[in-house]
């Protein structure tokens, strides 16, 4: 069985590297907010896509999951997966208390 430690790369070349492409990204979310090229809708859709794109690096890079078995990587997935259908269920829900107008 060979350690993974000893195949990851040590040197934080690849940090910077990710660093200023997560700096970019969030220097590209901000000018579309305020310029507003796009309508709303597309504008939330390529904000969600910068958004994950922002996430996967930071998971895979700075939480060292890139370097990780490919089980604990499907464990972070399916937890992932499982969270956001639980708030798409409760999400549900608050628009139909909102449209019944209680407090």
Same mark, same amino acid.
């Given at each position: 069985m060979h350690n993974i430690a000893a195949i990851h790369d040590e040197s934080k070349a690849q940090y910077y590297w990710v660093w200023g492409a997560l700096l970019i990204l969030t220097g590209i979310e901000v000018v579309l907010a305020y310029e507003q090229f796009f309508t709303p809708v597309h504008m939330l859709e390529v /904000? !969600?896509?910068?958004?994950?794109?922002?996430?996967a690096l930071i998971i895979a890079y700075f939480m060292h999951l890139k370097f990780e078995?490919? /089980? !604990?990587?499907f464990m972070l997935m399916a937890a992932i997966v499982?969270?956001?259908?639980?708030?798409?269920?409760?999400f549900a829900d608050a628009v139909r208390v909102v449209k019944l107008g209680l407090p």
């Open positions: /904000l !969600m896509v910068l958004s994950l794109v922002k996430a078995i490919p /089980l !604990m990587r499982a969270c956001l259908c639980i708030m798409c269920i409760f």
